[in-house]
């Protein structure tokens, strides 16, 4: 059997897929999120700073602006607040 990307599943398929593979987490919990730090976009992008910043973001690809409030995640990579 070829393998295909999820995107190419239909529902049912989807659902025989998580059985086989087990529960899978939507993400980190409030709690985690609390403990990263906020930053504007300013404020990543200083000399020393060491936070990963791009010229947008890669959840949403919306371009940072300077007062924009950035969450660095764990690996240093800074995103949109909203977005994470």
Do not use: W
Request: charged share 25%; with cysteine; proline share 4%.
């Amino acid at each position: 059997m070829r393998p295909v990307s999820p995107s190419q599943l239909n529902y049912e398929d989807l659902q025989r897929l998580g059985e086989n593979v087990g529960k899978v987490t939507r993400g980190t919990s409030n709690e985690s999120l609390d403990c990263m730090r906020v930053l504007s976009h300013a404020e990543c992008c200083r000399a020393g700073s060491t936070a990963i910043v791009g010229e947008q973001c890669s959840i949403c690809r919306m371009e940072f602006d300077t007062d924009d409030q950035l969450r660095v995640l764990p690996c240093k990579h800074a995103e949109h607040q909203a977005c994470v």
